[in-house]
T-cell receptor
Framework: EAGVVQSPRYKIIEKKQPVAFWCNPISGHNTLYWYLQNLGQGPELLIRYENEEAVDDSQLPKDRFSAERLKGVDSTLKIQPAELGDSAVYLC?????????FGEGSRLTVL | GQNIDQPTEMTATEGAIVQINCTYQTSGFNGLFWYQQHAGEAPTFLSYNVLDGLEEKGRFSSFLSRSKGYSYLLLKELQMKDSASYLCAVRRGSYIPTFGRGTSLIVHP
């Protein structure tokens, strides 16, 4: 069974440019999470989806970040415009209510 | 809100035993996870405790005391490959785990 798939693995952009990350969760997992992880820190929740509904997005900086999960499967996280402080690893995870299964993450570097 | 505290870094010798502690303060506690994360890789699930007591799984064991807001991960017969970050995550309510900052474990020969 395929795990959580994320792309791109690495992205380098200049500040003020847009960037998008894609996540394909494990088949049948209704719950999808986007986390942000800075170096030496634990993952911090950005948004959680139950099927296509965003049920917890209080930590998502909505002025520049947006996310969607239109058909309740794949999800996209977008940043526009990116700032230097957005450099981090963006982790996607999915679950059926128990343990979380993480993708390998998308490492963003903003120059 | 939640407050999760774990040591930043620990070192241990190959073949030894190490205990990584995690303390937390939260309302609506509904379980505690331990994850392992090697540098540059995704976190992988190690254990889940929702009731008090010790859960053993091979070389790894996890303990929970809900009344004390305390958990530990015990790693036995340490191997070099156990060098990684160990993340404690507390679930409050339904599905939302909140992670601590992680403990970087360095295993040396």
């Amino acid at each position: 069974e395929a795990g959580v798939v994320q792309s791109p693995r690495y992205k380098i952009i200049e500040k003020k440019q847009p960037v998008a990350f894609w996540c394909n969760p494990i088949s049948g997992h209704n719950t999808l999470y986007w986390y942000l992880q800075n170096l030496g820190q634990g993952p911090e929740l950005l948004i959680r989806y139950e099927n296509e509904e965003a049920v917890d997005d209080s930590q998502l900086p909505k002025d520049r970040f947006s996310a969607e999960r239109l058909k309740g499967v794949d999800s996209t996280l977008k940043i526009q415009p990116a700032e230097l402080g957005d450099s981090a690893v963006y982790l996607c995870a999915s679950s059926t209510g128990g343990e979380l299964f993480f993708g390998e993450g998308s490492r963003l570097t903003v120059l | 809100g939640q407050n999760i505290d774990q040591p930043t870094e620990m070192t241990a010798t190959e073949g030894a035993i190490v205990q990584i502690n995690c303390t937390y303060q939260t309302s609506g506690f509904n379980g505690l996870f331990w994850y392992q994360q090697h540098a540059g890789e995704a976190p992988t699930f190690l254990s889940y405790n929702v009731l008090d007591g010790l859960e053993e799984k091979g070389r790894f064991s996890s303990f929970l005391s809900r009344s004390k807001g305390y958990s530990y991960l015990l790693l036995k017969e340490l191997q070099m490959k156990d060098s990684a970050s160990y993340l404690c995550a507390v679930r409050r309510g339904s599905y939302i785990p909140t992670f601590g900052r992680g403990t970087s474990l360095i295993v040396h020969p």
